[in-house]
């Protein structure tokens, strides 16, 4: 139990992290929505994930473990279509200019914005559970 309540709390962190970080993700209904969202994601991990990482194996062995990251997304979709609160709109970073340096104005679809959410929650989640290990 006390596991699940600290994967509960860094999914939580993670969550909060990632829509103050890029600001992509919405909750519509504030707290409840959050709290309900980091639990379906949450038993997406524990259910789902094992499941499919099971039944893809053969394709992760041939990607050398790069599928990992489309069942991790797949996952977060989910939790997407289960709470239809949680809201994702697609990324667009305004660039950057500074003395003759410039970052140009960078807009990701919504796949490619399910990604980037998924690879920092992912390492945000990794460093949290890293720093609160026994």
Known sequence: MKKQLRN??????SLLFV???INTISFEE?????????????LGNLLAKPILN????????????LFRWLINIFI???????????KIVAYTYPGYTHEG????EISLS???TLFLVC????????????????
């Open 8 to 13: 509960y709390l860094i999914n939580l962190a």
């Open 19 to 21: 829509s103050w970080l």
């Open 30 to 42: 504030g707290v409840k929505t959050i709290l309900i969202a980091t639990l379906v994601l949450m």
């Open 54 to 65: 099971l039944l893809l194996l053969p394709i992760n062995l041939l990607t050398l473990g």
């Open 76 to 86: 977060f979709y989910l939790m997407t279509l289960i709470v239809p609160q949680v």
């Open 101 to 104: 340096f410039a970052i140009p």
């Open 110 to 112: 919504f796949f490619w």
């Open 119 to 134: 690879f920092i929650i992912s390492l945000f989640s990794s460093f949290l559970h890293w720093a609160f290990k026994k």
